[in-house]
């Protein structure tokens, strides 16, 4: 028999999966800000709609878009020397892996692993482009002048949701292991800098001294976050909660933190002198780019998330660091404007495919919803006591309410916890649940606290400058 040829490219169905996404992302996002809210509230949103609607429509692609990372695990086991349908079973469950294995027999099925792999990869780099920003955000500078005041509330503002959330887990989640519970906690500690930063900016309210204050506390709280993230992520790959395990991965992640401050801008300094030839947009682009990833795989060899090398990464990027083309405010674009559509294609599909994931009939089950109130309640009482931090004169309730979104950084904690398996679809979406309500719950709570200011907003140029 000859074999059937067929002239359709095979990247086709990816080429499709991702445009739908991001069309996705492009209504959601002019939905929120018609609404007046965070974009990435309306994106996830988005993808909640998006994944649901067509999975009950019985859109083959959202079955398995919704499963996420286990659709790698099946591969990997897969090719292992496991049987497609024992892999799917092993992985999902008796039900859900034959429902799995009987699409992607379908003729053209596999073209949805093809999707599912395309678009994890790309959400996976929206990810690491996303803390990139977040660091380029980061003013060392300033991080370092904020005083007591906001370390103190960063500290509280992370050990709080922290100790609560074991607490929920414990109680409710008698039955888990210690590392779910542990991971759960790490996500509680998370606060969103960009979506406080946002608000405040709306508000014009950025010079404010309580503004300052939670700006200070949002940055050290992603730089305590992110080594939270490290043990827990590090103690859930050894599988122990040993003294030494733990005392390891702690060390580990001070090295790498350590070792990337103090000899990344030596690293940089150098192989921006051995590429000087190279026009200014080229050496930012290839440099600011191959840096990222860089410190990216380092952190992951040193058993991190590869977020925190991208975080790293934005701390030390600085446009005053190609003063060999000039003087950098007379630069035409700086490092975060070139970057700006690399984000702005990547990022939005993490959040879609996050949306995609929340599965809104694990919510028919009351013991979900209990979890997902009481993440709420734990998620809200943590970070309003972390106003407490602040010694002196100011607003103690602006403060912890500033504190209060989670945003992308929560669900990036949550995505992680669920590609580790450490975090189940029920869990995923309490979580989700609890991200959007803090996130939704900011802005008016805000306004009610701190009012409406009557500053000029901070134009980026004076931003740059300020904070090099």
């Known amino acids: 028999m000859q074999p059937v040829v067929t002239h359709s490219d095979p990247i086709a169905p990816v080429v499709f999966g991702v445009a ?40 083959d692609l959202m079955v398995i878009l919704r499963e996420g990372p286990k659709c790698a695990e099946m591969v990997w086991l897969a090719l292992s020397g496991h049987g497609w349908g024992e892999a799917a079973v092993m992985v999902l469950g008796g039900d859900a892996g034959m429902a799995f294995i009987e699409i992607i027999s379908r003729p053209g099925g596999s073209q949805y692993l093809q999707v599912s792999q395309a678009v994890d990869i790309f959400s996976r780099y929206g990810v690491i482009f996303l803390l990139f920003h977040v ?45 779910q519970h542990l991971f759960l906690a790490a996500t509680l500690g998370a606060t969103s800098i960009g979506i406080t930063a946002r608000v405040l900016r709306d508000l014009r309210q950025t010079r404010a001294p309580e503004a300052r204050i939670i700006l200070g506390a949002a940055v050290m709280d992603d730089v305590l976050g992110l080594v939270m993230l490290a043990i827990v992520s590090g103690i859930v790959v050894t599988g122990s909660v040993s003294v030494t ?58 058993g991190l998330a590869t977020i925190v090398g991208a975080f790293a990464a934005g701390l030390l990027m600085l446009d005053s660091q190609f003063r060999h083309w000039g003087d950098p405010h007379q630069h035409r674009y700086s490092i975060k404007e070139l970057f700006a559509p690399i984000e702005a294609i990547l990022v939005p599909i993490f959040f879609v ?78 979580v989700v649940l609890m991200v959007v309500v803090t996130t939704l719950a900011t802005p008016p709570l805000l306004k009610l606290t701190l009012g409406q200011g009557t500053e000029d907003e901070e134009t980026e140029a004076e931003l740059t400058k300020r904070c090099q």
């Not at 960063?154 to 590392?179: D, E, K, M």
């Open 20 to 59: 739908l996404l991001l069309t996705a992302a492009l209504a959601g996002r002019f939905a929120a800000r018609k609404l007046g809210q965070p974009t990435v509230l309306g994106e996830l949103l988005m993808g909640v709609l998006l994944g649901n609607v067509l999975y009950y429509a019985g859109y």
């Open 245 to 302: 395990d733990t005392a390891r991965t702690i060390l580990l992640a001070s090295m790498f933190i350590g070792g990337a401050l103090l000899l990344g801008p030596h690293f940089l300094k150098f192989i921006i002198w051995v590429l000087r030839r190279l026009d200014v947009l080229e050496a930012k682009l290839f440099i600011s780019f191959a840096f990222v990833m860089f410190l990216a795989w380092t952190a992951n060899l040193a």
């Open 353 to 430: 495919l996050m949306g995609i994931q929340v599965k809104l009939e694990m919510f028919m089950d009351w013991q979900v919803i209990a979890m997902a109130l009481a993440l709420l309640a734990a998620a809200i009482a943590g970070k309003l006591i972390s106003g407490l931090g602040l010694v002196g004169k100011g607003n103690r309730m602006a403060v912890g309410i500033g504190m209060l979104p989670r945003g992308e950084v929560g669900l990036v904690f949550a995505s992680i916890g669920k590609t580790l398996n450490v975090i189940d679809a029920a869990m995923f979406s309490a």
């Open 135 to 179: 660091g380029l955000d980061t003013c060392v500078a300033e991080l370092r002048q904020v005083g007591m005041n906001s370390l103190r509330v960063a500290v509280i503002g992370v050990l709080a949701p922290f100790a609560l959330g074991l607490i929920v887990g414990w109680i409710l989640t008698p039955g888990a292991s210690h590392t």
